[in-house]
């Protein structure tokens, strides 16, 4: 997979079944293709998009809102496309959604031993603000609740805008 020729689009039935593959990838409590079903047929609160590298699915991200926040559902990278920005384009690209669409904030989970996508959220604004205990059944394992404010505000359009520049000049070197 050489290249970051990446296109963000819709997430629609046909991608289900390359969604569950990279969803079992990477969990150890992975959701179903009938969960990611219910999750896309809900399209008024829902935003759920795909990362297509050439025809191969290589990641997706999922999104909730009620009123003007949002919740980031789940996000997953194939790990053979790991490093290659695949998961900041598709954060990114939720982000925007979000605020663009009015939300204001948006939370979401992470392992706390997941430092990579730690690493990630950080980098787009989020802040540690609480600990789900025993949260992950399959291990007992802590999640880490995450914030990230304002999403509208210069601030943070100007850290987004500079994370995407600087995947474009990734892009450009690949």
Same mark, same amino acid.
């Given at each position: 997979? #050489?290249?970051l020729? @990446?296109?963000?689009?819709a997430?629609?039935r046909?991608? +289900? /079944?390359?969604?569950e ?6 969990s150890a409590i992975?959701w179903?293709?009938? &969960?990611f079903?219910?999750e896309? *047929?809900?399209s008024?609160?829902r935003y759920?998009?795909v990362?297509?590298?050439r025809r191969?699915?290589v990641?997706f @991200?999922g999104?909730?809102? @009620?009123?003007?926040? /949002?919740?980031?559902?789940? &996000?997953?990278? *194939?790990?053979?496309?790991?490093g290659k920005g695949?998961? #900041?384009?598709? &954060?990114?690209?939720a982000l925007?959604?979000a605020s663009d669409g009015g939300?204001?904030?948006?939370t +979401? ?7 990579r996508a730690q ?5 787009f ?5 609480? @600990? ?6 399959n ?6 609740i995450m914030w990230?404010?304002?999403l509208?505000?210069d601030?943070?359009r ?5 994370? /995407?520049s600087a &995947? ?7």
């Amino acid at each position: 997979m #050489s290249g970051l020729e @990446v296109k963000i689009e819709a997430m629609h039935r046909r991608h +289900l /079944a390359a969604v569950e593959r990279v969803e079992r990838e990477l969990s150890a409590i992975p959701w179903s293709k009938s &969960l990611f079903l219910q999750e896309i *047929s809900r399209s008024g609160d829902r935003y759920y998009r795909v990362a297509m590298c050439r025809r191969e699915l290589v990641g997706f @991200v999922g999104m909730m809102w @009620v009123a003007d926040e /949002a919740h980031i559902t789940n &996000l997953g990278v *194939s790990k053979r496309a790991w490093g290659k920005g695949i998961a #900041s384009r598709l &954060l990114l690209d939720a982000l925007d959604h979000a605020s663009d669409g009015g939300i204001k904030d948006c939370t +979401l989970e992470v392992r706390a031993g997941n430092l990579r996508a730690q690493r990630l959220y950080f980098r787009f604004g989020f802040v540690a603000v609480g @600990v789900r205990r025993a949260y992950y059944h399959n291990n007992d394992e802590d999640a880490i609740i995450m914030w990230a404010y304002d999403l509208a505000s210069d601030r943070e359009r100007n850290r987004r805008a500079g994370i /995407a520049s600087a &995947l474009e000049v990734r892009k450009g070197d690949g």
